[in-house]
């Protein structure tokens, strides 16, 4: 791993075919949306296993309601940031692009972000527990009565809970997208989470330049070629500029 200086920043992207993103609620946090891990983390505040699992949500499903629509007040109250942004603009100047993210907030989508793969799901889903048809309702709101599915199964919040697997189609494109990448960049995750904290391994083992981007080191630090100290809404702007030039030089050739 290196320490890095904005001007090699031109040189990790040039000539990169296909960047993949892997987000997580670090890019959030400076849209106002807590983090799970650390000081002010949800996690530092709620227990998993009483909000985010199916076993609670059997046991007591209006706890579980309340939490989520709680999260989904905070969520629909934020916008996305410089960081968002400055992914969707890059998306746009990329030759291949496919931003994974963690996140179930949205913010990616709402910011601009095309191709965007939600390995957790989003929170403004709602499931059936029973057949599994999935609604997007943004204006649904929990208010004490558990909402039905049209076959009577109680409905959930369409994202991955503690012990459940990821969507097949959507882990399978990330896999693929990763493991073909030539350029991986993590932002604002723990990365330890898996599976989604395993595509930076397939990444790296497939020989692609890894570029962490974090206020933290984390587990994968190692692995990564590059890692840049600091919050998403300052570097990635920086990264979307250089992108742009890069692009204008390109285009001037
Ligand atoms: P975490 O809360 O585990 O980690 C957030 C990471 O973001 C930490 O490494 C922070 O150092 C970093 N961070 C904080 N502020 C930042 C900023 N402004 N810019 C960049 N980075 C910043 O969140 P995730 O890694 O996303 O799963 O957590 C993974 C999964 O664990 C979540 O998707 C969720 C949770 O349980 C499910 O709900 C299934």
């Known amino acids: ?8 920043i031109a040189y990790i992207i040039k000539n990169k075919e296909h960047t993949v993103v892997l987000s997580g609620a670090g890019i959030s946090a400076e849209s106002g949306v807590p983090t799970f891990r650390g000081t002010d983390g949800l996690w530092s505040k709620y227990r998993p296993e009483e909000l985010a699992c199916e076993q609670a949500f059997l046991a007591d499903p209006e706890l579980v309601w309340s939490w989520y629509q709680y999260r989904r007040d905070v969520i629909k109250s934020v916008k996305p940031h410089a960081g968002h942004l ?3 603009s890059i998306e746009s100047l990329s ?36 057949c599994g048809e999935e609604t997007r309702d943004e204006e649904f709101r929990f208010a004490g009565e558990i909402p039905k599915c049209r076959c009577g199964g109680m409905l959930r919040p369409g ?24 350029l991986f960049i993590s932002v604002g995750t723990s990365s330890i989470v898996y599976p989604a904290a395993s595509l930076l391994e397939i990444a790296h083992e497939k020989g692609a ?40 030089q390109t285009a001037g050739d």
């Not at 791993?1 to 090699?8: R, Y």
């Not at 913010?107 to 799901?121: I, K, N």
């Not at 990821?166 to 073909?180: C, K, M, N, R, Y």
């Open 1 to 8: 791993m290196q320490a890095i200086i904005p001007c090699d």
């Open 95 to 130: 030759p291949q692009f496919t931003l994974i993210t963690q996140n179930v907030d949205g913010l990616h989508v709402r910011a601009g972000s095309r191709r965007v793969l939600e390995l957790h799901g989003n929170i403004m889903v709602n499931k059936c527990h029973s």
């Open 209 to 248: 330049v890894i570029l962490e981007i974090n206020p933290e080191t984390t587990p994968h630090t190692r692995l990564a070629d590059y890692h840049l100290s600091g919050s998403a809404g300052q570097i990635l702007p920086v990264l979307a500029d250089a992108y742009k030039s890069l692009h204008s």
């Open 159 to 182: 994202v991955v809970w503690f012990g459940e697997s990821l969507p097949v189609d959507v882990l399978e494109q990330a896999i693929t997208a990763a493991g073909s990448c030539d």
């Open 86 to 88: 400055a992914l969707a």
